[in-house]
């Protein structure tokens, strides 16, 4: 079992930046991938970026490349999206995912997550 507790969420004004962070615990050893995603009112849950754990190797969402910023601490377990140049249309709220089944691929679907944590609202006000 792996735990997984997101903070960081806020407001924040159009243009601002924003970092969450994804805390893991338990048997954290066997993450082979995290990942972000954000589900906004009415709309479904989406990919956001992902890193592979050991290499730290990462890919984004059209949605986010060069905005948001995907890296992690392995000795404190924990992932961090750092935000940037926030738009209204990112408001949403944001889910951390881990991955132990191993993978060579970045993965991008919701269903290739084995844990997630329950989520930090960003509202971004323009």
């Known amino acids: 079992q792996v735990q997984l507790v997101e903070s960081g969420g806020g407001l924040v004004q159009a243009g601002g930046s924003l970092r969450v962070s994804c805390a893991a615990s338990g048997r954290t050893f066997s993450t082979k991938a995290m990942g972000w995603f954000r589900q906004a009112p009415g709309k479904e849950r989406e990919f956001v970026t992902t890193?592979?754990?050991?290499?730290?190797?990462?890919y984004y969402a059209n949605a986010v490349k060069g905005r948001f910023t995907i890296s992690r601490d392995n000795s404190k377990n924990t992932v961090y999206l750092q935000m940037n140049s926030l738009k209204p249309e990112d408001t949403a709220v944001y889910y951390c995912a881990a991955r132990i089944r191993e993978t060579a691929m970045f993965l991008t679907a919701a269903t290739s997550y084995d844990y997630w944590g329950q989520g930090t609202q960003v509202t971004v006000s323009s």
């Open positions: 890193i592979m754990w050991n290499s730290g190797s990462a």
